[in-house]
């Protein structure tokens, strides 16, 4: 199995701060990568796909970057929505495999 | 709009089995697949198969071949996952998502959950 590695687990910011979460996957993964968040009691909302294609809806201060093994999601301006738990997730082999999440406080 | 709706939560025994539900809207059912995914309490997610929503087919982990089924009721635009031989492991909230093709990421909203608690 593809192992993903988020890091960190956790960062403090603050409304307004510019935030960097990085994702390693184990072997390459092209551009297989997709990027969550989840809020307590609810399910993942999708944020990237392709590792830097935006989902409709989704607000132009968030960006994705990578191929291969390494990615970073970017929140440019935190917002007070924004504080969350972040998921990368790759796509490019079963089983699809998350990393561990990286809570943004 | 598209929405994936879950069944409620469960509460099974251990050794029993459990069937979650998902009904689809907003979209044509067959032309999805579903995957069905579970996180425990406090932890990240966990991949446990998909169906092809137009032939049936399914593709099952690794970690739950023999343990878990998944059907579809074309009718009423149904997935369905059934775990057996439940742990107290398996307490998790189950999720549901529809992808486009094998090989894609997720689309659009993903069911809202059902948490499934095993307790004896």
């Known amino acids: 199995d593809i192992q993903m590695t988020q890091s960190p687990s956790s960062l403090s910011a603050s409304v307004g701060d510019r935030v960097t979460i990085t994702c390693r996957a184990s072997e390459p993964i092209a551009n297989y990568l997709a990027w969550f968040q989840q809020t307590p009691g609810k399910a993942p909302k999708s944020l990237i796909y392709?590792?830097?294609s935006l989902q409709t809806g989704v607000p132009s201060n968030f960006s994705g970057s990578g191929s291969g093994t390494d990615f970073t999601l970017t929140i440019s301006g935190l917002q007070p929505e924004d504080f969350a738990i972040y998921y990368c997730?790759?796509?490019?082999?079963?089983?699809?495999?998350f990393g561990g999440g990286t809570k943004v406080e | 709009q598209v929405q994936l709706i879950q069944s409620g939560a469960e509460v099974k025994k251990p050794g029993a089995s459990v069937e979650v539900s998902c009904k689809a809207s907003?979209?044509?059912?067959?032309?999805?697949?579903m995957h069905w995914l579970r996180q425990a309490p406090g932890q990240g997610f966990e991949w446990m198969g998909w169906?092809?929503?137009?032939?049936?087919?399914?593709n099952y982990g690794q970690k739950f071949q023999g343990r878990v089924t998944m059907t579809r009721d074309r009718s009423i635009s149904t997935a369905y996952m059934e775990l057996s031989g439940l742990t107290s492991d398996d307490t998790a909230v189950y999720y549901c998502?529809?992808?486009?093709?094998?090989?894609?990421?997720?689309?659009?909203?993903w069911g809202q959950g059902t948490l499934v608690t095993v307790s004896s």
């Open positions: 392709a590792a830097s």
């Open positions: 169906i092809d929503c137009k032939s049936g087919f399914t």
């Open positions: 998502a529809k992808t486009g093709d094998v090989y894609r990421p997720y689309e659009g909203p």
């Open positions: 907003g979209y044509t059912f067959s032309g999805y697949y």
């Open positions: 997730q790759q796509y490019n082999s079963y089983p699809f495999t």
